[in-house]
């Protein structure tokens, strides 16, 4: 009993002892020092590609270590973009449409005083772009424009590759008008299907972006009828989520699959969809030619341009746009920091700032930035295992068993057909 407790003593220490002492410098294969830090208070630090590139996709092997060698706490900011929206209570009326002119309604919000922005127009029509006008009103006599220039548009595809994009939101300046008149321009075309409306005020604030730009090739695919378009962002982990294309021509309409892998030869991995179009036309104008798909933090990217029987486009340019990702930490202007990165082992640290971050003002932090890389001349390559290292360990370790084995299987065998004694002679 006295040794087994010992035993778990010594196993509880030995893990403690683990957790606590997890970093060690010669684990680690890159570093950069912190540069800027010139007052004590918690501060901002951007991660750039080549932190992207080194270190883990989950960021889990990121360390921040002063210059006595300790660990320092951080964090990392909020990323994404954050968006509160408020819907107001809203009923849609005289509802009417002027054959091939335009589709109107009223909405009435109730009352004056309530701050809006946005209305989302819902209809099941597909395949249409249309510029709406919208005007407010307090007594729904006298009338203000709140903008002419709104546009939605939906691209839809039924066929062996479905596709939907849609965009039926208009947005206008801060108002407080009780009632909004809606005119969506027809232009000849039929009206369109309209079920309902929401009114809503949207405050949004964007995630820090930067922008990617990648080398990029092009490949006519004649067997998919498309135009594949692959951008190398020169190394992984690298985090994408927005696409932007610099088009030359007029008037086209096309779908757009992307796709991801890190070396281009295991396959690509489908990520989304979007599309792209420019309409330059007495009944439209406008354009989208940048769409958001799910992020990936892969090398390579693949823009499938669907043609199908009309010409390429004349592709002049891509953009792509990631998310900053940004840590916090607490720094002193006596001391020096330096982050390291590039563990595959290293497991996700947990510190008490992450509870802490509520709490604080980020927008009176300063920033500090991040220097060249350096090779960590302390890291030590982890030793390959040891059926690696010596090669014939394995297989006569499997003989040794076998052996072993075959010679108990004999004993067996052999006490088994041992003949049965007669029993006592008299």
Not at 191 to 219: C, D, M, W, Y
Not at 229 to 234: E, R
Not at 246 to 258: A, L, P, T
Request: zero cysteines; glycine letters at 8%.
């Amino acid at each position: 009993m006295k040794r087994t407790t010992l035993f778990f003593l010594f196993f509880l220490g030995a893990y403690a002892f683990n957790a606590y002492a997890d970093f060690d410098r010669a684990l680690w294969q890159f570093k950069k020092r912190i540069e800027g830090v010139s007052s004590p208070g918690f501060v901002l630090l951007d991660l750039d590609e080549e932190v992207f590139n080194g270190a883990k996709e989950n960021f889990s092997d990121i360390r921040i270590v002063s210059d006595n060698g300790g660990e320092v706490p951080f964090t990392f900011a909020p990323q994404g973009d954050r968006s509160q929206i408020s819907n107001l209570p809203a009923r849609m009326f005289d509802l009417s449409f002027r054959e091939g002119e335009s589709t109107e309604f009223t909405v009435d919000l109730g009352s004056a005083g309530q701050f809006h922005n946005n209305v989302t127009i819902g209809t099941p029509s597909e395949n249409f772009r249309r510029v709406v006008e919208i005007e407010g009103s307090n007594d729904a006599s006298s009338w203000r424009t709140l903008t002419k220039k709104g546009q939605i548009f939906d691209f839809t595809v039924r066929d062996e590759r479905p596709a939907h994009v849609e965009d039926t939101t208009i947005d206008y300046p801060e108002s407080t008008v009780r009632y909004l008149r809606v005119k969506i321009l027809d232009h000849g075309e039929d009206p369109l299907r309209v079920e309902g409306v929401t009114v809503s005020l949207h405050v949004n604030t964007a995630a820090k972006e930067t922008v990617f730009q990648p080398e990029i090739s092009a490949v006519e695919n004649s067997k998919d009828q498309a135009t594949e378009i692959i951008a190398d962002l020169g190394g992984k982990g690298i985090p994408t989520r927005r696409a932007r294309f610099s088009i030359g021509g007029e008037n086209f309409n096309r779908r757009v699959d992307v796709s991801a892998s890190n070396d281009r030869q295991s396959g690509w991995r489908f990520v989304g969809s979007g599309v792209v179009f420019r309409t330059d036309t007495s009944k439209f104008q406008g354009e989208n030619i940048e769409f958001y798909y799910p992020e990936t933090q892969t090398q390579f990217l693949k823009f499938s341009i669907y043609n199908r029987d009309d010409q390429p486009l004349d592709i002049r340019g891509l953009q792509v746009f990631g998310v900053v990702r940004t840590l916090v930490f607490n720094a002193s202007e006596e001391s020096s920091y330096t982050l390291f990165y590039g563990n595959t082992e290293a497991r996700r640290p947990q510190y008490d700032i992450e509870r802490l971050f509520p709490y604080l003002e980020e927008g009176s932090m300063s920033r500090v930035s991040l220097g060249p890389q350096e090779k960590n001349s302390d890291y030590s390559p982890p030793l390959p295992p040891l059926t690696e290292r010596n090669k014939f360990l394995l297989p006569t370790a499997l003989g040794v068993i076998v052996a072993i084995l075959a010679f108990l299987l004999l004993r067996l065998f052999t006490k088994k057909i041992e003949p049965l004694s007669d029993g006592p002679k008299v």
